[in-house]
């Protein structure tokens, strides 16, 4: 069993920045991949980006420049940096890990986090 918690989220404004982080076992024993992904209300989950164990990043396409992923080692916290948000990037925020090839789909992550809301309004 893979445990992971998500913390960070908040409100902000239009315009402003939030940092996610994603606590994550340390990868002794196996080498996974951890993926951001989000939900918003009445819709699916959705892919916002992802880093392998190692270290190649993938993003949605439409956040590129707007949100990074970072992580200072292997086993330190994985990080979701956002930047000019909108209304449309409030969502609930998870984290997730995978195996195997870098992937961009729900059905490729195995053990998720609860998640953390996000809200962008004025």
């Known amino acids: 069993q893979v445990q992971l918690v998500e913390s960070g989220g908040g409100s902000v404004q239009p315009g402003g920045s939030l940092t996610l982080s994603c606590v994550h076992p340390?990868?002794?024993?196996?080498?996974?991949?951890v993926g951001w992904f989000r939900q918003a209300p009445g819709k699916g989950r959705e892919f916002v980006g992802a880093v392998g164990w190692s270290g190649m990043k993938i993003y949605r396409v439409s956040l590129e420049g707007r949100f990074t992923i970072s992580r200072q080692n292997t086993d330190a916290p994985v990080y979701l940096q956002m930047s000019n948000l909108k209304p449309e990037d409030t969502a609930v925020y998870y984290c997730?890990?995978?195996?195997?090839?870098?992937?961009?789909?729900?059905?490729?992550?195995?053990?998720w986090g609860q998640g953390t809301q996000v809200t962008v309004s004025s």
């Open positions: 997730a890990v995978g195996f195997g090839f870098l992937q961009r789909s729900v059905n490729d992550y195995e053990y």
């Open positions: 340390p990868r002794t024993s196996s080498m996974y991949n």
